[in-house]
């Protein structure tokens, strides 16, 4: 079975810090993807990455950055945190030539 | 821009009656379209994919139609239980070579009254 693992569940932060989401997968996928999630407004695709070191920015990037140094790990930074940045962050993993996404459990970040 | 449309935020059916879910894209043409169950604080899962050269498919009490001339896909659950109560995503792809996108819906709620 693919196992995404994101860091946290939860998370709170301040406006202003510096905020790093974690993905880990075990499936060697070449594809790593971080959305975020909001009510009414579906999954938006914030960052994707085909290789190590290589990223695309999705439809949303403003704010963010992402580090893929390793193929099994996908970071999101969110560089000086706002509060609009509060949502559910989802990571997901795809193989190449393959349709299937495979999901993390989600970190709800809450910045106050 | 591409996009993919569930037009009922929220459906309610009763227990033992089919629930019918739509999709509609626009501005694209998808290779394939995708639907995801997701619970409450959880990651999407998976369920079922169909190609746009097919017009149905079938997993068990689920069912998927995918109609090009409409651009819109059915998903169907027969039989509907409780335990079916979730959001139900449908997810749009050009090709399975492209690493890009996976294009979301924002979901419909489906609750399941016993």
């Known amino acids: 079975d693919v196992k995404v693992t994101q860091s946290s569940r939860y998370l709170v932060k301040r406006t202003g810090e510096k905020v790093f989401l974690e993905c880990v997968q075990d499936m060697d996928h070449e594809n790593m993807f971080w959305y975020r999630q909001d009510p009414g407004l579906g999954l938006r695709l914030i960052y994707f990455s085909y290789d190590v070191k290589m990223k695309e920015k999705g439809d949303i990037p403003e704010g963010y950055s992402v580090s893929r140094e390793k193929k099994e790990r996908f970071s999101l930074i969110l560089e000086s945190a706002s509060t609009n940045q509060t949502s559910m962050y989802l990571c997901a993993t795809k193989g190449r030539g393959t349709t299937e996404a495979f999901f993390g459990q989600g970190t709800r970040l809450t910045v106050v | 821009s591409q996009k993919i449309e569930q037009n009922s935020e929220a459906l309610n059916i009763q227990e033992g009656k089919t629930a019918t879910l739509t999709c509609n894209y626009t501005?694209?043409?998808?290779?394939?379209l995708q639907w995801y169950r997701q619970d409450p604080g959880r990651g999407p899962v998976f369920l079922l994919l169909?190609?746009?050269?097919?017009k149905e498919k079938r997993k068990e009490r689920l069912k998927v139609t995918f109609d090009t001339t409409l651009k819109q896909s059915l998903f169907h659950i027969t039989a509907s239980q409780p335990a079916d109560s979730a959001t139900y995503l449908c997810?749009?792809?050009?090709?399975?070579?492209?690493?890009?996108?996976?294009?979301f819906g924002s979901g419909t709620q489906l609750t399941v009254l016993p």
């Open positions: 169909i190609r746009e050269n097919e």
């Open positions: 501005n694209y043409s998808p290779a394939y």
């Open positions: 997810a749009g792809t050009p090709s399975s070579g492209s690493a890009r996108q996976l294009t």
